[in-house]
């Protein structure tokens, strides 16, 4: 993606947010931990923020935001939810770290058994990156096979083997996507196209006999918003079935998000291994991988495959995740019905302000997760990653300048989804669309 000029803010509100971020440049790369955050997509200097509070963020300089990054997915009961901080606050008059057994990872370990249909045991790690990893080590070394596949466009974080862009176009074999990834890691990544079974199953036809695990997000929401095609998810499993390869479902952004047993139980699609994150670690670095019984007993040291971590199973992220699932489970559930309909009020909201505006866009939604797609022309759709990344980025960074000189915080990158939290209330909800009827009417001025 190439970087876009500036755009100059409409006023000086930002005075704080570029010092802070000029100080930060000196000590780290782009003065963040991660590079999206740093603004280079929409060609504006980043925000820093000093606090956030239900569906609200405040910056350095005061200003107010309705957000939607919610860091990303892990968020989805808004900024500092009292369950989670108290549970925070109670957790860490007790210690913060033992490096020894705690009856708290148990117990969120129990509740992620008897939520998402593919995990019967459960191994917990810090990051959704290190979740992949060790999936995709342990379907290795279940399977003695070497291959993975994965989808262009998905993403299962920043392990080597799966930094992998497409090759020359007759090819699955992919190519690294980032300097120093060895090509002799990625060789072993065949890529394919998102929502294709077709070719799923050639390279399954070509390379089946050395596939390990088929990887995948069953939504994909690194590319934006992208639902799974009708019947995709279910053709996934047939042919890994009749290939004998594992599926594996990233579940880091959609588990506890889309369904409290994840895409998996929304679709009736039982994956063989599960990658969790974002949602489960309510907030704090916390991750885990699952899946059937005998597959996980390869995990040392029920078995030979070696992963381990110190702070792993930290009792911090224990009690925050373990007080977000509760939440999320009280009352039969309700916080998912409420998350529905706030979506779709949003979704509505949208669609309007666009077409009032004349801005053609694709708008997708599953739950609580939604993108709008600044495509070329109206009827236009994005069903993959080529789909996705032909939309229109220029008009994106002018709908998010706006949106942000509007006090509405969005990700500063075309393809990441919006997440709504339970904290998004009416007047957030109207406060959005407010700005989103300006923030459309950019987009759509520039030719
Ligand atoms: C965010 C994400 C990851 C990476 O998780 P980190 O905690 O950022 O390492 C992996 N897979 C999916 C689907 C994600 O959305």
Redesign the pocket.
Known sequence: MSDIAPSAPSTDRYTKSAAAHARARKVMPGGVS?PVRAYKAVGREPVTVVSGQGACVTDIDGNEYVDYVCS??PLILGHAAPEVSSALAKAAQKGTSFGMPTEAETVLAEKIVDAVPGVEVVRFV???????MSAIRLARAASGKNNIIKCTG?????TDSLLVSAGSAATTLGVPSSPGVPQSVTEHTLLVPFNDLDAVRAAMQEHGSDIAAMAV?PIA??MGCVPPAEGYLQGLRDLCDEFGIYLLF?????GFRVDYGGAQKLYGVTPDLV?L??VVGGGL?C?AYGGKEEVMRQVAPDGAMYQAGTLSGNPLAMAAGTAMLDSLAADDFAVYAQLEATAATLEAGLREAAAEAGCPIYLTRVGSMLCPFFVDAEGDEVHNYADATATRTDRYAAFFGTMLDEGVMLAPAAFEAWFVSTAHDEQAISQTLAAARKAFAAAAAIA
Do not use: I, L, R
């Open positions: 991660s990303y997915g810090n990051s959704g990156t290190e979740a992949a998905c993403y299962h974080g920043h997000e929401g690194n990233d579940e880091v952004m959609t990658c994150g974002k670095p991750a």
